[in-house]
């Protein structure tokens, strides 16, 4: 090979590397809350992030967000129990 073909393929080689990085999707955050169906979108549960129950309208919350969500009577989801996982016994 000479030096421009080799030069070619690492180039292509850092290109793919480069597109699979992007393709990996970023991590659930810590805790989400479940907002409701129409335009205001009202919090309806809060769920340890990767919930599948949560569904897709959800907005990441921070571990004192969600603490205080179930503290002011916001309910926790029934199957991930993010009251249990913050140590909050109901």
Do not use: F, Y
């Not at 129409?38 to 949560?54: F, K, L, M």
């Amino acid at each position: 090979m000479t030096l421009d073909r080799v030069r070619q393929a690492i180039a292509i080689a850092e290109q793919r590397e480069a597109q699979q990085q992007r393709a990996i999707p970023p991590p659930p955050p810590d805790w989400v809350v479940q907002l409701s169906i129409g335009g205001e979108g009202h919090p309806i549960a809060v769920h340890v992030g990767g919930c599948r129950t949560a569904g897709r309208r959800t907005r990441p919350l921070s571990r004192d967000q969600a603490m205080r969500a179930l503290a002011e009577g916001l309910e926790p989801c029934a199957i991930c129990r993010p009251d249990t996982e913050l140590g909050i016994l109901g």
